[in-house]
């Protein structure tokens, strides 16, 4: 979209004046990769939204006067810490969000700019805080296509998409349409129309085998939004034709645990006489709950519904074969 490349251009050009460099025309073009009659036009752009870009005489430069950088001056202590929490944990390379390690150097750069004595405190405060995030799927191979997909998104472009399937036991080929990403429980997924499904589906970053971005265009639906789209999903999938009102009765070793975490929209909890937690939620599909229950052990046991009672009564009895002493051990 028009208005989407300019406001990246006009972006990308404050960003590299925001250095503290002092750069030509012809220095920001090659900066920006764009012409040095765009270069002039955004400039005036941004003077006009009220950015006081300078020019030195001396040495035939634009550049962004120190007092004009675009950090708040206002920010409390504890705002500060929040966000560079938030910026250095969740951005740390090994240990953060995959393909955020930007988060980090950001946090640096406006860590910078702050003044002294609250730099020092945020400084000694942020040392103080781990965030543990769970395992995750290994993303080092996806980064580039999780960057062609949010280019492509950022465009309004749609991709030719060749994807390992789960569902279908194989590769497929489709002509998607980005509308959102989402990380959920340790891996990036894109939600967008799927031209072989002919609806909108999820697609795991990395079970995507190749990835042409296309010249043409699409829209996202006014109304389409996550929370329409998952609906009562327990995770990522919903069957609307699959609505259960699911009830399971969680024994005192594991209740406490269980009441203590909201986890999902619709769920209802209630202590029963002898300590055991009733836990109740409606949802759209049974078979992804059925591992978090099983996570449990003998301490979660499914009251409702039967077929899911009957999921779990099979992975039991399976999983009992296996632990048979006159079983033999599979190498």
């Not at 300078?54 to 409390?76: F, S, V």
Request: net charge positive; aromatic share 10%.
């Amino acid at each position: 979209m028009p208005t989407n490349r300019r406001l990246r251009r006009l972006l990308c050009c404050l960003d590299v004046l925001q250095s503290g460099r002092v750069l030509n025309s012809a220095a920001l073009a090659e900066e920006c990769r764009v012409s040095r009659r765009t270069v002039f036009r955004d400039l005036a752009a941004l003077q006009a939204a009220g950015l006081p870009v300078a020019y030195d005489d001396d040495r035939q430069g634009y550049y962004l006067p120190h007092r004009a950088k675009l950090i708040p001056t206002e920010l409390t202590v504890e705002e500060v810490f929040s966000l560079l929490l938030v910026c250095q944990q969740l951005g740390d390379p090994d240990a953060g969000l995959p393909f955020q390690s930007a988060a980090r150097q950001a946090g640096y750069k406006i860590l910078q700019q702050l003044p002294k004595k609250l730099r020092e405190t945020a400084e000694h405060s942020v040392d103080a805080f781990v965030i543990r995030l769970d395992s995750h799927h290994s993303h080092e191979a996806s980064e580039p296509v999780y960057r062609q997909l949010l280019e492509a998104l950022i465009e309004r472009r749609q991709v030719r998409v060749q994807y390992f399937s789960y569902f279908d036991r194989g590769a497929i080929s489709t002509l998607l349409n980005p509308y959102r990403f989402v990380y959920s429980r340790r891996a990036w997924y894109v939600i967008g129309r799927s031209s072989l499904h002919r609806a909108v589906r999820t697609f795991h970053l990395g079970r995507m085998q190749s990835l042409v971005t296309l010249p043409s265009h699409y829209e996202i639906p006014p109304r389409f939004s996550l929370k329409r789209y998952f609906g009562l999903a327990w995770h990522l999938i919903r069957e609307p034709k699959d609505r259960h009102e699911v009830i399971v009765h969680f024994r005192p070793p594991v209740a406490g645990n269980v009441a203590e975490v909201h986890w999902h929209a619709t769920q209802k909890v209630k202590w029963l006489d002898d300590g055991t937690l009733e836990w109740r939620a409606t949802l759209e599909g049974i078979k992804e709950i059925a591992w978090w229950i099983l996570g449990y052990g003998r301490h979660a046991t499914v009251i409702a519904p039967a077929a899911l009672r009957e999921n779990i009564r099979q992975h039991a009895l399976a999983m009992s074969t296996l632990y048979d002493p006159s079983s033999t051990p599979v190498p």
